[in-house]
Protein backbone atom coordinates (compact mmCIF):
# COMPACT_ATOMS: atom_id res chain seq x y z
CA UNK A 1 0.00 0.00 0.00
CA UNK A 2 1.41 3.39 -0.57
CA UNK A 3 2.02 5.70 2.10
CA UNK A 4 -0.47 8.99 1.70
CA UNK A 5 1.73 12.08 2.87
CA UNK A 6 0.34 15.50 3.22
CA UNK A 7 1.15 18.31 0.94
CA UNK A 8 3.98 19.77 3.76
CA UNK A 9 5.33 16.64 4.96
CA UNK A 10 6.00 15.86 0.90
CA UNK A 11 7.91 18.99 0.31
CA UNK A 12 9.97 18.60 3.45
CA UNK A 13 10.65 15.47 2.25
CA UNK A 14 11.37 16.62 -1.02
CA UNK A 15 13.63 19.45 0.19
CA UNK A 16 15.91 17.27 2.98
CA UNK A 17 16.32 14.72 -0.24
CA UNK A 18 17.29 17.35 -2.44
CA UNK A 19 20.05 18.28 0.13
CA UNK A 20 19.58 21.94 -0.56
CA UNK A 21 21.73 24.54 1.12
CA UNK A 22 20.36 25.79 4.70
CA UNK A 23 21.41 29.24 5.87
CA UNK A 24 21.10 29.68 9.47
CA UNK A 25 21.37 33.53 10.40
CA UNK A 26 21.44 34.52 14.54
CA UNK A 27 23.07 36.89 16.09
CA UNK A 28 23.92 34.17 18.59
CA UNK A 29 24.51 36.95 21.10
CA UNK A 30 20.54 36.76 22.35
CA UNK A 31 17.79 39.62 21.97
CA UNK A 32 18.98 42.45 20.44
CA UNK A 33 18.19 46.05 22.37
CA UNK A 34 14.15 47.14 22.41
CA UNK A 35 13.06 50.08 20.89
CA UNK A 36 10.50 51.73 21.82
CA UNK A 37 7.89 49.37 19.94
CA UNK A 38 8.45 46.70 21.71
CA UNK A 39 7.53 48.28 25.40
CA UNK A 40 8.96 47.98 28.81
CA UNK A 41 8.55 44.41 29.48
CA UNK A 42 10.65 42.89 26.20
CA UNK A 43 13.63 45.12 28.23
CA UNK A 44 14.05 42.05 30.25
CA UNK A 45 14.63 39.94 27.69
CA UNK A 46 17.72 41.67 26.02
CA UNK A 47 20.73 39.32 25.75
CA UNK A 48 18.81 37.10 26.64
CA UNK A 49 18.45 33.04 24.47
CA UNK A 50 21.68 32.66 23.33
CA UNK A 51 22.45 29.97 20.32
CA UNK A 52 25.50 28.30 20.59
CA UNK A 53 26.70 27.74 16.78
CA UNK A 54 28.75 24.72 17.76
CA UNK A 55 25.70 22.90 18.91
CA UNK A 56 23.83 23.75 15.90
CA UNK A 57 26.20 22.07 13.91
CA UNK A 58 26.37 19.09 15.73
CA UNK A 59 22.86 18.73 15.93
CA UNK A 60 22.57 19.19 11.97
CA UNK A 61 25.51 16.76 11.90
CA UNK A 62 23.56 14.42 14.16
CA UNK A 63 20.79 14.15 11.62
CA UNK A 64 22.45 13.75 8.56
CA UNK A 65 22.90 17.45 7.15
CA UNK A 66 25.00 18.09 4.59
CA UNK A 67 27.47 19.82 6.69
CA UNK A 68 28.91 21.25 2.88
CA UNK A 69 25.87 23.24 1.98
CA UNK A 70 25.28 24.92 6.36
CA UNK A 71 25.94 28.35 6.27
CA UNK A 72 25.87 29.59 10.17
CA UNK A 73 25.64 33.57 9.90
CA UNK A 74 25.79 35.07 13.00
CA UNK A 75 24.86 38.91 13.69
CA UNK A 76 22.41 41.13 13.33
CA UNK A 77 20.00 40.59 10.51
CA UNK A 78 19.81 43.78 8.61
CA UNK A 79 23.94 43.23 8.46
CA UNK A 80 23.86 39.55 8.07
CA UNK A 81 20.68 39.46 5.23
CA UNK A 82 22.54 40.71 2.60
CA UNK A 83 25.50 37.97 2.47
CA UNK A 84 23.00 35.20 1.93
CA UNK A 85 23.04 34.32 -1.77
CA UNK A 86 20.04 31.84 -2.10
CA UNK A 87 18.14 32.21 -5.48
CA UNK A 88 15.28 30.48 -4.03
CA UNK A 89 13.83 29.84 -0.82
CA UNK A 90 12.12 26.21 -0.24
CA UNK A 91 11.35 26.80 3.03
CA UNK A 92 11.43 29.63 5.49
CA UNK A 93 11.28 29.56 9.41
CA UNK A 94 11.51 33.39 10.96
CA UNK A 95 11.85 32.38 14.65
CA UNK A 96 13.29 35.76 15.94
CA UNK A 97 10.59 36.47 19.08
C1 LIG B 1 13.37 32.25 20.37
S1 LIG B 1 15.06 32.36 19.85
C2 LIG B 1 15.02 31.19 18.51
C3 LIG B 1 16.36 30.69 18.13
C4 LIG B 1 16.35 29.66 17.01
N1 LIG B 1 15.64 30.16 15.84
C5 LIG B 1 15.76 28.35 17.45
O1 LIG B 1 14.73 27.93 16.93
O2 LIG B 1 16.34 27.73 18.34
C6 LIG B 1 15.10 33.95 19.07
C7 LIG B 1 16.46 34.25 18.45
O3 LIG B 1 16.34 35.40 17.63
C8 LIG B 1 17.60 36.03 17.59
N2 LIG B 1 17.39 37.41 17.14
C9 LIG B 1 16.40 38.27 17.50
N3 LIG B 1 16.52 39.45 16.85
C10 LIG B 1 17.60 39.32 16.03
C11 LIG B 1 18.24 40.19 15.10
N4 LIG B 1 17.77 41.44 14.87
N5 LIG B 1 19.34 39.74 14.44
C12 LIG B 1 19.80 38.48 14.67
N6 LIG B 1 19.25 37.60 15.55
C13 LIG B 1 18.15 38.02 16.22
C14 LIG B 1 18.14 35.90 19.00
O4 LIG B 1 19.54 35.86 19.00
C15 LIG B 1 17.55 34.54 19.46
O5 LIG B 1 18.52 33.53 19.39
Known amino acids: MQRRY ?5 SLRDTISAQPDIWLLDSFQGMPETTP ?11 KVVGDPARVQKVLGDVGANMNRVHIVPGWFQDTFPSVSASEVALLNIDAD
Open 37 to 47: EDGDAAKAHVG
Open 6 to 10: SRVTR
